[in-house]
């Protein structure tokens, strides 16, 4: 058993710390890159050798090929953990590495290029008969073509970006009178976006609920699925709250959206890790929605319900080895649920950097806190303001929920403004107690405009 002596961590925050754990554990070396204004963090202190690439702006730090691929070098770093975001899902950045003679831990260039290319992932999915929702079956490229095909499939419909992400270049038509200006708006938006202003047409699916399923994949093409999440909890096409499994699942339910997320990542050729995201109608039909081509935020939960360390695999996988574990293998126990803590308001959400004078996270039975902050730790205006990650485990989600508002009660921030008393509220909700809650309950119950 070879992995690697040493990897390379392109990434900073919590991720990175995740990646320097499951390294250590793994009886491996870590280098970490870092920000000007990150030299006092957690990553840069625990990992074995830290290397500055420059100031704080991402484009000339975490976004910085050259200079990555120059410290994987100077460090003898044989691979590159480029974590979520910044040059995760970046194909030149694979090719950039394998030029270099360094693994990549992740997907294959060409499977980063399909998951960001959404319209011909669709099509990939509809020629292997995955069911994705009536729409187009390439890039719209005309307002006429637009039109004819929102007709075919009935208003309401949604634009999507093909190259899109986050919401941008998404666009709801209800009625045909709107169609025109939303299509070049859309268009616009994707255009200034991503580069790449081409659209895709769903049918609009009401009520939706946002399920994805997390797979691995090793270099011969085995595949095992590590069951569903709920990710539905979101506010402006971000994840709020993720759980494990979904409230209504069952076996049946697990086997078939399993299955059908390893047909899809099989059409792919994936490999390493990924997901498969798919909408689930109230009807609970599935269909396909995109696939995501990098470890994620939320992969904590499943971690919590399969007992299976994500981001080992991911290394395990990229250096070679056989899938360790069969799909019988694969066991599930309990429910668990995670809270994003970000440095932002409560209610507006805007952004609340600056020095963390105290801070004390939850522990204690079934809690696990995934976090770079400290005491005394400054919150950087120049990256995405996620600081926390709470997760619960519980023996199922009536007792995830109590823990979870428990471990949020002891949990002490000063200094900066964090989105805890958001999360409070949403867990006394009864909707979402009860599961009843869809893509949309952040905007029906709370004003986050
Ligand atoms: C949809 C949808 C309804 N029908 N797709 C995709 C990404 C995710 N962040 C939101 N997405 C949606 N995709 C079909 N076919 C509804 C959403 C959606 C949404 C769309 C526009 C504005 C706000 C939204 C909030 C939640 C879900």
Not at 75 to 100: K, W
Not at 110 to 138: C, L
Not at 241 to 269: N, Q, T
Not at 307 to 335: N, Y
Request: aromatic letters at 8%; one cysteine or more; glycine letters at 8%.
């Amino acid at each position: 058993m070879t992995f690697f002596k040493k990897i390379l961590i392109a990434n900073r925050g919590e991720i990175a710390l995740r990646i320097i754990r499951a390294c250590h554990e793994l009886g491996i070396k870590t280098a970490i890159v870092y920000s000007d204004v990150d030299r006092n963090t957690l990553p840069v202190r625990l990992a074995d050798e830290a290397i500055c690439i420059g100031p704080a702006p991402a484009s000339q730090s975490y976004l910085n090929i050259p200079a990555i691929i120059s410290a994987a070098e100077i460090t003898d770093a044989e691979a590159i953990h480029p974590g979520y975001g910044f040059l995760a899902e970046n194909p030149q950045f694979v090719e950039a590495c394998t030029a270099s003679r360094i693994t990549f831990i992740g997907p294959s260039a060409e499977n980063i290029r399909i998951g960001g290319d959404k319209s011909r992932a669709r099509q990939i999915m509809k020629r292997r008969g995955i069911p994705i929702v009536p729409g187009s079956g390439a890039p719209v490229l005309k307002e006429a073509e637009a039109m004819r095909i929102s007709r075919k499939i009935g208003f309401p419909v949604i634009f999507k970006a093909s190259a899109g992400g986050g919401g941008k270049g998404m666009r709801i038509v209800h009625e045909e009178k709107d169609l025109t200006r939303m299509y070049h708006t859309a268009q616009k938006e994707a255009l200034a976006a991503f580069g790449i202003g081409d659209l895709y047409i769903e049918k609009y699916i009401s009520d939706m609920r946002h399920i994805e399923v997390q797979i691995l994949a090793d270099n011969k093409g085995n595949i095992i699925h590590l069951g569903e999440r709920d990710c539905s909890i979101q506010r402006r096409h971000q994840k709020l709250i993720e759980e494990a499994p979904f409230i209504f699942s069952d076996a049946k339910f697990r086997k078939k959206i399993g299955e059908l997320a390893i047909k899809a990542a099989k059409a792919f050729k994936y490999r390493n890790a990924g997901t498969i995201e798919f909408i689930l109608d109230r009807d609970k039909q599935v269909y396909f929605m995109e696939i995501n081509t990098r470890i994620q935020v939320e992969h904590p939960v499943t971690e919590m319900v399969t007992g299976i360390d994500i981001v080992k695999e991911q290394i395990k996988l990229a250096a070679g080895q056989p899938l360790s574990l069969k799909q019988q293998d694969v066991k599930f126990s309990g429910h668990s649920m995670e809270c994003r803590i970000n440095a932002e308001d409560p209610e507006r959400f805007i952004p609340s950097p600056g020095r963390v004078s105290l801070f004390v996270p939850p522990g204690g039975q079934g809690v696990r806190t995934d976090t770079a902050a400290y005491s005394g730790w400054t919150v950087p205006a120049h990256y995405d303001s996620l600081i926390a990650k709470v997760i619960v485990h519980g023996k199922d989600r009536d007792e995830a929920i109590l823990r979870m508002r428990r471990a949020l009660s002891e949990f002490i921030i000063e200094g900066i403004k964090s989105t805890i008393p958001f999360y409070q509220k949403v867990l006394d909700n009864p909707d979402f107690i009860s599961g009843n809650f869809n893509t949309g309950f952040l905007d029906k119950n709370y004003t986050t405009k």
